[in-house]
């Protein structure tokens, strides 16, 4: 079935260095991915989103990178900080061509990031 | 970025009875809005997609009268929990969709910690 996967439940790193965040997805029909943050309690927030015509996206202190060939997507976060400790969580969603498009995410498993000080 | 906010961000009630969340777009007119589940430690869970002024479209194995979504609104969609029981007890989140922001962002609100005893 179609399910879209994080290659680690974890992630240690020591603040100040570059994180990165990967995930598997199977639906090779997904044209558009997010990645969210999520912290204790709270919902998720958007970080950064990318469509299938890019293969790199940046943001602040973030990169997204999209490789279609073998499905696979990562979040880079550079000089990473205490702030950034959280459950971070890729999703697809079928890029919408008109009105019938639902919207649906499908979330992976999810990332713990834990920044040591 | 837009505003989605929930209520009661935390509810505990009694095996038996029935529970509504309040989901709704502060500062923007939400034509979808999703309702997920979230179990400890685990990825988002689509329960339904809700379209104002229409019924919901549930996810398969989501019991349509156990959990009633209701989106009156452009700006409020509602879930009930009908006859809750302890297995129920999840954290429940909406997001919004429309308005501001890239045609297919979805907003996300705070959640709801749900506990039946």
């Known amino acids: 079935g179609e399910s879209v996967g994080l290659h680690l439940p974890t992630l240690s790193v020591q603040e100040g260095d570059n994180s990165i965040i990967n995930c598997a997805y199977s639906?090779?029909?997904?044209?558009?991915f997010i990645w969210y943050k999520q912290e204790s309690g709270k919902g998720p927030q958007f970080i950064i989103d990318?469509?299938?015509?890019?293969d790199k996206r940046q943001g602040q202190r973030v990169t997204v990178l999209l490789n279609k060939t073998v499905k696979h997507l990562s979040l880079q976060i550079a000089a990473t900080q205490p702030g950034d400790s959280a459950v971070y969580f890729c999703a697809e969603n079928k890029y919408p061509r008109g009105s019938s498009n639902t919207g649906k995410l499908i979330f992976g498993q999810g990332t713990t990031l834990q920044v040591k000080p | 970025g837009a505003v989605v906010s929930q209520h009661p961000s935390r509810v505990i009630c009694k095996s038996g009875t029935s529970v509504k969340i309040e989901c709704r777009s502060l500062?923007?007119?939400?034509?979808?809005m999703f309702w997920y589940r979230q179990f400890p430690k685990k990825s988002l869970m689509l329960m339904a997609t809700?379209?104002?002024?229409?019924?919901?479209?549930?996810e398969q194995g989501v019991e349509k009268d156990k959990f009633l979504i209701n989106h009156a609104s452009l700006t409020l969609s509602t879930l009930t929990v009908t006859s809750a029981h302890p297995e129920d007890s999840s954290f429940y989140i909406c997001?919004?969709?429309?308005?501001?922001?890239?045609?297919?962002?979805?907003?996300f609100g705070p959640g709801t910690r749900l506990t039946v005893l």
């Open positions: 639906n090779s029909a997904s044209d558009y």
């Open positions: 500062d923007f007119q939400a034509t979808t």
């Open positions: 997001s919004a969709r429309g308005g501001r922001g890239s045609y297919n962002e979805q907003f």
């Open positions: 809700s379209n104002e002024g229409s019924k919901a479209t549930y």
């Open positions: 990318i469509r299938s015509n890019m």
